[in-house]
């Protein structure tokens, strides 16, 4: 059995490390048209600003490192054709092209960034943050001759190198279409964030669009409603499945995404695909999302390689966790944002509250500001917000438990969690804020 | 409608407020036989240390508080009767006994501590923890004048209170009867705290059995094995129901403790109990068990509270969910530990894995050590015992949501968890220990 893995960053080593331990006889060669595999892209703002230290440290495993597993690394490899009739690919390394047929087929090819698509975007100082190569060469690029960078979208990518180009002591410039950073977080929540941004000494425009950019000593970013003389700017606008290659084959997609059932296999036989270039299921909404999340590529990369092993398994998928650092706030999400369950007609009811993150009485307590989203029928969990100094990030996945499991609000109040004062207050700030749902029916 | 409740501290005082909020009409007295109502215990030892500077910030209303919102808080008032029959009270204050009579009763007199019955007991400097009295008492009298104490008991307030006297500068020597500190862990993993109380500089004496103190200018603590000279000893060997008085009386006790329906009922008409005085219901096994902790005294108190109020609510009942700080590390379980399984006679499964606490390519990652133990013949997940110096504490509350929901090791391993690098590896360590649970079932 030859697997051929297209793509080598999370999901891609994820299941060729797990067949590989399945199954020790399996032919397993990955294609990887960068230079880096199995790296952790989420740490890559912490590695530009200085936090971390060295890129090779973001680097799970080398190539060389799998090699001695007996999976075969080619790097620089990129897979620019697949016959799914022959069942073979078409590989460029350097002037060669070269074919190889494939008996299982796995498209881990990730995302790429998107880019505007305006005047004067073609200038080595416009940038965005993708790849392990992006981040060394922004580390190397922004030394102190570029002291003002212009971040344009305020999604979790921007506001992380936000922090970053702060941390670095650069004047940071944040421009954002829409009406709030974040955009998968309600604006009251989002709006805590903006608050940081600002105290963090981040310039935010809000409601603005790039039209062009302008070249000079300097970059002139000029909106639909002002311009900025910045010397550096890095677009994170957003990422699209990596995907183009595919054109013209049988495999399914939506909007760029590949299409897969829940054992991450396409329309096409022997053809899986999995991590940021597939869609996943979403568990509280009756259709396929495009989450491209860490945790969704390790994972479906992981469950790949256990069926390919000989394992029963099915991706359960996601439900929109996630959580980030913005400066000193942990902001994190699970499930339907108020704005989300209302799109998806939704009939829901929203509570939220401030409460301490620990006893209030024991030092260093900060404030914790949580939001439910219910179903306002039957009163089942569906999202929420946490947003504070301390305390939310793991406390999202509280709730993300418990919205997996389809819990009400009565069945959240009464679970037994643990309690002590440097923790947590004696009713958890989760368990507060959902004891404000009224889901009271009186008796008799 | 007149409530009368026994005991002012968690659970009585939460159901006065919560039924106060739904009925303006009922009328509310509260006899406590102490000074204080409605404080924090679990946050004395951070007082005796100095960690908390004031005693009253423990204290969540006064009772002025509660007069004003119209509940009738009488301290220094001890119930020394109860005539079901008659549904009356008998209440000594000072030197005067009185009846009052009751619609509905709530006895929520908490516990006391139990004490060692060894010669040479009798000595003010041999001491317990329990009331807020109890706390005043020993922030006062612990100067430097005693500066070696004997700690007798290594449960979870013996560990507090050590962590609590080393801040202090004490000398601490610990004395625990059975083979390990925490009896509610596993042995392995009481071993890591252990360990920290010992890095700590508590001397620790374990399988020792107190036979006597020994008074002179210092206490001799004569075990059955050796004998320690210490100016002041605290004794922490746990807690009993503080039900003496209902001695006679047709209410169903158990073990010293009352026995509720799940609607906190004796098998008293009119007659309910809550917190520490009462029983509950173990979810994952088929009893009741006693487990006094402040979690479940709030959470009782508050239900009966909105019963008399007229809602809907029955206590869905407890699994053993519990945190301490010991020094440096955060302490943590949920449901059955692999010897309580085992007592039950459960078929179980454990695994144990040591992950840091978050990537650990982001600064500050400490090693996180988690146990699962799991259901050997369906997976379900039975209980879960995280230590380490970040990342346990809430990250319990994740496995006790999930142990309550009944979910297996399988779909615990896809639940979509938030991540981020600064707060976790991209497999959560509860999930990368609960893809080690063997529950493979080969396809075909």
């Not at 190539?63 to 620019?80: L, M, S, Y």
Request: proline share 3%.
């Amino acid at each position: 059995m030859r697997l051929i893995i297209i793509g080598g960053v999370a999901a891609g080593m994820s299941a060729a490390s797990k067949l590989r331990r399945l199954d020790e006889d399996a032919e397993i060669i990955v294609f990887e048209k960068g230079d880096d595999v199995s790296y952790g892209a989420c740490g890559m703002p912490y590695y530009i600003s200085g936090e971390i230290e060295s890129a090779d440290s973001l680097v799970a495993r080398t190539p060389d490192a799998f090699r001695k597993k007996g999976i075969d690394v080619r790097t620089r490899h990129e897979v620019i054709a697949i016959d799914t009739e022959r069942k073979s690919v078409t590989v460029a390394a350097g002037d060669e092209e070269k074919q190889y047929s494939y008996d299982k087929l796995l498209i881990a090819t990730g995302a790429r960034s998107l880019r505007l698509d305006v005047p004067g975007r073609d200038d080595g100082r416009i940038r965005s943050l993708k790849s392990l190569s992006d981040a060394r060469f922004l580390k190397e690029t922004l030394t102190d001759a570029y002291s003002h960078i212009g971040l344009i979208g305020g999604g979790y990518i921007g506001i992380e190198m936000a922090e970053a180009l702060r941390t670095m002591g650069k004047r940071v410039t944040m421009i954002e279409r829409e009406s709030q950073v974040l955009p998968g977080f309600d604006a009251d929540m989002a709006s805590l964030v903006e608050d940081t941004l600002k105290a963090e000494g981040v310039t935010l425009k809000k409601q603005e669009t790039v039209e062009a950019y302008e070249q000079g000593d300097s970059i002139r970013i000029q909106t639909d409603r002002d311009a900025y003389e910045v010397d550096f700017v890095i677009e994170s606008i957003g990422v699209r499945p990596d995907t183009a290659f595919l054109e013209g084959t049988a495999i399914e997609m939506e909007k760029g995404a590949i299409k897969v059932d829940e054992g991450m296999e396409t329309n096409v036989r022997d053809v899986y695909a999995a991590g940021d270039c597939a869609l996943y299921p979403h568990r509280l909404l009756d259709e396929h999302v495009y989450v491209p999340l860490g945790t969704h590529a390790n994972k479906t990369g992981r469950l790949l390689g256990e069926r390919l092993g000989g394992l029963e398994r099915t991706f359960d998928g996601v439900i929109g966790s996630m959580v980030l650092k913005a400066f000193e706030l942990e902001v994190a999400k699970t499930g339907l944002t108020a704005s989300e369950a209302e799109t998806a007609g939704i009939p829901f009811g929203e509570v939220r509250i401030k409460a301490p993150s620990h006893a209030g009485y024991y030092p260093g307590a900060k404030p914790l500001h949580v939001k439910w989203v219910y179903h306002r029928e039957d009163c089942r969990l569906l999202g929420a917000q946490l947003i504070g100094e301390a305390g939310a990030a793991h406390r999202v996945n509280i709730a993300a438990t418990a919205i997996q499991a389809g819990m009400t609000a009565r069945t959240f109040s009464q679970l037994d969690l643990a309690y002590a004062p440097p923790f947590s207050p004696v009713w958890d700030p989760l368990q507060i804020a959902v004891n404000q749902i009224k889901c009271h029916r009186k008796k008799g």
